[in-house]
Nanobody
């Protein structure tokens, strides 16, 4: 049983930045693969970014590549999503997913709203 908690969402103007954080419990955090997803009303949930346990390999959706950066701090059991140059179409609920060899755990989501 892994607990996953996101934070850092909020309201930001177009062109602005936000940094989302996700803390996942467990003594084996360093082995987790971590992903950020997002879902806007009426749309399917989509993968935004992913990072391997070692942090050496990252992957991004084409719509966010060059603007978003995923990173992790294993000492703090935390994964981050730095979001820059935000656009209105980035508005969504953002979810953190921890993928283990034996399980798949989700946070409750944090709302990101990009609006002037």
């Amino acid at each position: 049983q892994v607990q996953v908690v996101e934070s850092g969402g909020g309201l930001v103007q177009p062109g602005g930045s936000l940094r989302l954080s996700c803390q996942a419990s467990g003594s084996t955090f360093s082995t987790y693969h971590l992903r950020w997803y997002r879902q806007a009303p009426g749309k399917e949930r989509e993968l935004v970014a992913a990072i391997t346990s070692a942090g050496g390999i990252t992957n991004y959706a084409g719509s966010v590549k060059g603007r978003f950066t995923i990173s992790r701090d294993n000492a703090k059991n935390t994964v981050y999503l730095q979001m820059n140059s935000l656009k209105a179409e980035d508005t969504a609920v953002y979810y953190c997913n921890a993928r283990l060899g034996w399980g798949d755990f989700w946070g409750q989501g944090t709302q990101v709203t990009v609006s002037s």
